[in-house]
């Protein structure tokens, strides 16, 4: 691509095979509009485009709780894609095509909740196939192998991104961004390097769900049991504080434990160990793509987990998102180690209990030690692709920059939907901060992110990890025993992942700044 292979440009920043119920995927019913032969018999663009606003896809009840008006700017219009867009020549090129997405079910209504304005504009058919996440990386990578995948696009958990890359089953978008010119220097830093970019290869996805860990706490409860409210730069500053107030919060007599995090096997406890070491200084890989787990913050951060248990929930070992989510909104915790989303539906009375608490996002804690830094986590999140043997590529690239556009995405960061947007413009803008209250933290935490590299194995190692870690919560393994099991998993999918031969898949020069963009950097607390 062009304009993308300039010096430095890039460094600035879910399957279906044969037959689609054996493998669990449904299809939803297809929006089938008229397959326009001209694009004067569409409808204005303009007119269309006018309806993509908060009164038409946010709930009222959170515009009136929030004080927004039906037609606010929850976004730049120059950077907003759809707003910028020739509809015009897209419509000769593509209307009357048919598109196939396999989005993950968690997140099909969101891609079904904006279809038509989508087909109106383009004339492009989309049909939606929604795969359990549970099972989509297999299904995946099965449908990839046969060579039989029957989908155009998909949208993915962003960890398999190296997964998928490395052996060809995506498209290369490069030209795409390109051609259309997609807004890729609005993303931040960490969700385009992270969630769009394979190594050095160039760009094989669009950041779609654009996640954050956050730490988060019911400040009633705070006021409370501690005395004074809770800061979001001062109070809780650093691990130490939050196991001390996870202690001081801790009142299960009246329903209440002091802290929740996801301890669960596989990825979970990755997730949240990583939430913590990362704090500390932990770097998972050296530059010979040898593990470094078995570290003094790889260390710390289990003793911390193991600690904190003491004022969680019974069961904390075995809880995924779900749990965390359910406890969490629930009541049942006074403090949280989550995804910001829950940050942001913890302030919506129809889906939290805890409204009336005041629930608020703080500053990341920081850890203790002369290699401590401010590196809040970007774990997770999905990202959005191409296949490489799609029928009609471009016509899905058209979709997904739609689907990723910058409006869209702000009103379902309004909705609270659990779909998050990546685009700074959206992240900073201050109707946006009203109606997602994490969302002015969460915007000057991101470019000091600390993220995990895009590799190929990366869900393997995730989940290997996950395993050794569970069972030092559970208090079946010392914390470094647990650690050195893990690394040597490690050694094995990496070396069978061909990173220690004489030329690995990834430059790790080419990756290292994008795991931990706060290097050099003078951070906000």
Known sequence: MKSVRKAGMWTRRRFVQGGLAGMGAVALAPLVLPKYAFADTMPDPDKILDTIKPGNYVPKKYLDQFGLAPDAVLWDPKKDWIRTADWESIRSQFAGQSVRFAVGAADADSVQSTLKPFQQLSGINVEVISIPDASFYTKAVSAFVSGSARFDALEYFSPWLGDFSAPGFLHALDDYVD???????????????????????????????????????????????????????????????????AKTLNKPGAHMNGIGYMGGRGFWSTYTW?????????????????????????????????????????????WGWADDRAAWLGGQLAMNMAWQDQANQATRPDQSRIAGDEPVALYEPRGTGADARFAPPNLAGSTASIAANARNPEAAFVMLAFFTTASLQAMNGAAANGVAPGFMSVINNENFQKIM?????????????????????????????????????????????????????????????????????????????????????????
């Not at 706490?217 to 705070?222: E, G, I, L």
């Not at 000057?444 to 995730?462: D, N, V």
């Not at 992942?497 to 906000?524: C, E, N, T």
Request: aromatic share 12%; proline share 7%.
């Open 179 to 245: 051609k259309y010119k997609l807004p890729y220097e609005d993303f931040a830093d960490t969700y385009w390097q992270n969630y769009a970019l394979y190594s050095d290869k160039g760009v094989f996805g669009i950041p779609y769900d654009c996640d954050f860990k956050m730490f988060m706490v019911r400040n009633k409860q705070f006021k409370q049991y501690v005395g004074h409210s809770a800061s979001p730069k001062d109070t809780v500053k650093t691990w130490d504080d939050v196991v001390h107030f």
């Open 274 to 318: 990583e939430h913590i070491a990362a704090q500390y200084g932990l770097d998972l890989l050296d530059s010979d793509w040898k593990p470094q787990i078995v570290s003094d913050a790889g260390v710390k951060a289990v003793e911390i987990l193991i600690e904190l248990k003491k004022y969680a929930p019974q069961g904390i070992e075995n």
């Open 437 to 525: 209250p994490p969302a002015k933290i969460w915007g000057e935490s991101l470019p000091y992110a600390w993220a995990e590299p895009r590799i190929p194995g990366m869900y393997q190692l995730e989940t290997a990890l996950g395993l050794e870690l569970n069972k030092a919560i559970a208090g079946d393994a010392k914390p470094k025993e647990a650690l050195q099991t893990a690394s040597k998993r490690w050694e094995e999918i990496l070396r069978r992942k061909g990173f220690h031969g004489a030329k690995p898949p990834v430059d790790y020069s080419v990756i290292h700044d994008r795991m931990w963009l706060g290097r050099g950097k003078q951070a906000p607390v």
